[in-house]
């Protein structure tokens, strides 16, 4: 038995179907899907694009998460069946922001499409964003002033590369590397981009290594993001000195 197979018999038995319901919806035999269901046959391309549009689930989750151990229905729903993204909410029901430590930048970036791993980072609130999904990442160096080593960016996520603007800045998380830059011009198959600080040249990325696009919404400077890579402070000491900075970050906007 697979992965797969495993989480396509576990979705048809929670919607309490039967194998000839799915089989007619995915216009084949049931002969033929129950040996995608046990494990004797691979599903081709088209069979798992049928499923992945039958089950509203990315095809990503399909062969690589057990989905037995996820909240589906807590999942953020994309454009063409694209990765999934956990949806978290506090006590209150606001959408919290998940924060990737510097420690786990490097993680990330073979578990952004995990939910569990996703489940498993730091949280925060900020309900003056707004909506959308957000999320928070560590940058490094000095190529985007003033935000330095101490400074995480809040982005929003991106769903549609037609959203991307000339001369906004985003995090861009690559299949080798999570790096925050400005727009400096779109091309067909990449982008441009540039960083603040003139002594550093703009290149090109292509957007076949872009993972992730998530627009700036604000950035955690000094203190507060120094403590989100403290290993002596713990989660909720985190977030209450994150509290107060928001509080304080929100007077200034409204002022």
């Known amino acids: 038995m697979s992965l797969f197979s495993d989480n396509i018999r576990y979705l048809r038995v929670q919607k309490k179907l039967s194998q000839e319901s799915v089989s007619a919806g995915l216009n084949i035999t049931r002969g033929r899907y129950v040996k995608y269901e046990n494990g004797t046959t691979e599903a081709p391309h088209d069979i798992l694009l049928r499923l992945s549009h039958y089950h509203h689930i990315s095809i990503d989750l399909l062969l690589s998460v057990d ?11 994309l454009d ?8 978290m909410l506090d006590k209150k029901g606001n959408n919290v922001i998940e ?15 995990d939910p569990t791993f996703i489940q498993d980072l730091p949280q925060i609130s900020l309900p003056f964003l ?5 999320r928070a990442f560590p940058i490094s160096g ?3 002033p003033p935000h330095d080593d101490t400074a995480f960016i809040v982005g929003k996520y991106v769903d549609n590369l037609s959203d991307v603007r ?11 590397d999570i790096i925050y830059k400005r727009i400096g011009e779109k091309r067909a198959k990449s982008l441009v981009v540039k960083s603040d600080n003139d002594y550093y040249q703009p290149y090109d990325i ?12 604000c950035s955690l400077n000094t203190k507060e ?16 000195e994150l509290r107060r900075d928001m509080r304080t970050i929100k007077n200034q906007l409204t002022q």
């Not at 989905?67 to 729903?77: D, Q, W, Y």
């Not at 707004?130 to 957000?134: A, N, V």
């Not at 993001?225 to 209450?240: G, H, M, Q, R, Y």
């Open 67 to 77: 989905v037995r151990k996820v909240s589906v229905e807590n999942l953020m729903k």
């Open 142 to 144: 000095d190529s985007m």
């Open 99 to 113: 924060v990737v430590p510097l420690k786990a930048k490097a993680g990330y970036i073979t578990g952004y499409g």
């Open 166 to 176: 000339k001369g906004k800045t985003y995090i861009f998380v690559m299949s080798d």
């Open 80 to 87: 063409d069946n694209r990765i999934l993204l956990p949806i």
């Open 206 to 217: 292509r957007l076949a290594d872009v993972l992730e696009i998530w627009e700036f919404a």
């Open 225 to 240: 993001a120094a403590l989100l890579n403290s290993k002596s402070e713990t989660l909720e000491d985190i977030v209450k």
């Open 130 to 134: 707004g909506p959308g999904k957000h």
